[in-house]
T-cell receptor
Framework: AQSVSQHNHHVILSEAASLELGCNYS??????LFWYVQYPGQHLQLLLK??????LVKGIKGFEAEFIKSKFSFNLRKPSVQWSDTAEYFC????????????FGKGNQVVVIP | DTEVTQTPKHLVMGMTNKKSLKCEQH?????MYWYKQKAKKPPELMFV???????INESVPSRFSPECPNSSLLNLHLHALQPEDSALYLC???????????????FGPGTRLTVT
């Protein structure tokens, strides 16, 4: 079964700082990768996804993520964060073939200080 | 429209009550899911329905009973719950089911359940 690990569970940074959240997955086959965001009191929203092609994917709200196959990584980045980016961020993976069991990482709680 | 709706938004129930959670999507998705989420934790998968058939049950206690009346609707029937079952219950859907895996899941806003 696939697993996903995220580092630095709690991240505190100031507005305009750059953000990078690490995500590593473990799976023997091809996986599709996702980043979800959960703003305080809101539901999970899809930030971006990687299925194939260009390993640098751009998502909503200025986020991007880079898939590095050799490192089994899918790190999320944003060059300049805003207070409104305060949220919980989850990396997730699902096998390209097989069941629809989505494996989530433990999440990163990001707090942006104005 | 990538919308999954859930009702009710909030539910408070006693340990002897019977209640149901409802989820609806009109995106033509053929896989639907129930998750349980505790605060500051990732969602935990409970059930997967694929083409209206239960395909995954993650060893969930029988006091949770899912039902998929049609391809757009998903219910979760609750009976004799425990206080530790208090959580946010999320519904999700994805375009394909079966072994056509790999698709993104779209989540509803959830039902905040409190068991007293």
């Amino acid at each position: 079964a696939q697993s996903v690990s995220q580092h630095n569970h709690h991240v505190i940074l100031s507005e305009a700082a750059s953000l990078e959240l690490g995500c590593n997955y473990s799976y023997g086959g091809t996986v599709n990768l996702f980043w979800y965001v959960q703003y305080p009191g809101q539901h999970l929203q899809l930030l971006l996804k990687y299925f194939s092609g260009d390993p640098l994917v751009k998502g909503i709200k200025g986020f991007e993520a880079e898939f590095i196959k050799s490192k089994f990584s899918f790190n999320l980045r944003k060059p300049s964060v805003q207070w409104s980016d305060t949220a919980e961020y989850f990396c997730a993976a699902v096998p390209f073939y097989g069941n629809n069991r989505l494996a989530f990482g433990k999440g990163n709680q990001v707090v942006v200080i104005p | 429209d990538t919308e999954v709706t859930q009702t009710p938004k909030h539910l408070v129930m006693g340990m002897t009550n019977k209640k149901s959670l409802k989820c609806e999507q009109h995106m033509g998705h053929r896989a639907m899911y129930w998750y349980k989420q505790k605060a500051k934790k990732p969602p935990e998968l409970m059930f997967v329905y694929s083409y209206e058939k239960l395909s995954i049950n993650e060893s969930v206690p029988s006091r949770f009973s899912p039902e998929c009346p049609n391809s757009s609707l998903l219910n979760l029937h609750l009976h004799a719950l425990q206080p530790e079952d208090s959580a946010l219950y999320l519904c999700a859907s994805s375009p394909k089911g079966g072994t056509s895996g790999g698709y993104e899941q779209y989540f509803g806003p959830g039902t905040r359940l409190t068991v007293t």
